[in-house]
C-alpha cells in the first residue's frame, strides 16, 4: 500500500501565510504526479496545484500566492501559502498518482487532510 502523510495547516489570519507538507512512502516505483487539493464545507473538492513531468499547474484563485515544491528523491511535496484569504479557508489533501510496480497501472493515493482556518 501507499500512504500520504500532511503536516502543516491551522489557523492563520488574512494575510498570512502557511506552509504544507506531505510525504508518500510504501511500495512504490515511481511517482508520476503529486499536488494538493482542498474541500470548503458545501463545495466539492477542487485541485489547488500539481506537479508532474517537471511542470506544475495553480487553479486561477491561488496564482501568484500559492508554491508548488517537490523533492522527487524523497516522494515529498510542499505547499506554500502566502498572502491567505479567508476564502481559502478548506480542508487541504495531499494527492499523489503513483506507480507500485514497474508493471503496474497508475492509482491514486489521498491524504488524510488538514484543516486550513483564515481568520477575516
Known amino acids: 500500500q501507499v500512504q500520504l502523510v500532511e503536516s502543516g495547516g491551522g489557523l492563520v489570519q488574512a494575510g498570512g501565510s502557511l506552509r504544507l507538507s506531505c510525504a508518500a512512502s510504501?511500495?512504490?516505483?515511481?511517482?508520476?504526479?503529486m499536488g494538493w487539493y482542498r474541500q470548503a464545507p458545501g463545495k466539492e473538492r477542487e485541485r489547488v496545484a500539481i506537479s508532474s513531468g517537471g511542470s506544475t499547474d495553480y487553479a486561477d484563485s491561488v496564482k501568484g500566492r500559492f508554491t508548488i515544491s517537490r523533492d522527487n528523491a524523497k516522494n515529498t511535496v510542499s505547499l506554500q501559502m502566502n498572502s491567505l484569504k479567508p476564502e481559502d479557508t478548506a480542508v487541504y489533501f495531499c494527492?499523489?498518482?503513483?506507480?507500485?510496480?514497474?508493471?503496474?497501472?497508475?492509482?491514486?493515493?489521498w491524504g488524510q487532510g488538514t484543516q486550513v482556518t483564515v481568520s477575516s
Open positions: 510504501g511500495s512504490i516505483f515511481s511517482i508520476n504526479a
Open positions: 494527492y499523489a498518482r503513483v506507480r507500485r510496480r514497474s508493471y503496474s497501472r497508475l492509482e491514486d493515493y
